[in-house]
């Protein structure tokens, strides 16, 4: 049974950083599509980066240069260390493990696997 567990959410003034961390059990992260979702309140879930087999990474555009994803496959979890945060990035922080390997999108659908949130807070 796969599980992912989020920690690492919290409160930050604008400018600062946090670091959310995924657990994974029953699931090799380092071997698929892994990624970090985010939805704010009353707004669509959306991807906020990718990483895939290989290392490759994609991020949204309103993230780049702030945000880096990354695993660690020794604890087996998967990372999104955010700087400079804005406002605007105040949302439930989701993380989400695919089946599949290569190119890895920010389509919901094809990510089998879900967390349960972690909140991050960010004011002015």
């Known amino acids: 049974q796969v599980q992912l567990v989020e920690s690492g959410g919290g409160s930050v003034q604008v400018g600062g950083s946090l670091r959310l961390s995924c657990a994974a059990s029953g699931y090799v992260l380092s071997r698929y599509c892994m990624a970090w979702f985010r939805q704010a309140p009353g707004k669509e879930r959306e991807g906020v980066a990718t990483?895939?087999?290989?290392?490759?990474?994609r991020y949204a555009d309103s993230v780049k240069g702030r945000f880096t994803i990354s695993q660690d496959n020794a604890k087996n979890t998967l990372d999104l260390h955010m700087d400079s945060l804005k406002p605007e990035d105040t949302a439930a922080y989701y993380c989400?493990?695919?089946?599949?390997?290569?190119?890895?999108?920010?389509?919901?659908?094809?990510?089998?696997?879900w967390g349960q949130g972690t909140q991050v807070t960010v004011s002015s």
């Open positions: 989400a493990a695919d089946s599949r390997k290569g190119t890895c999108w920010f389509r919901q659908y094809e990510y089998s696997y």
């Open positions: 990483i895939n087999d290989y290392g490759a990474t």
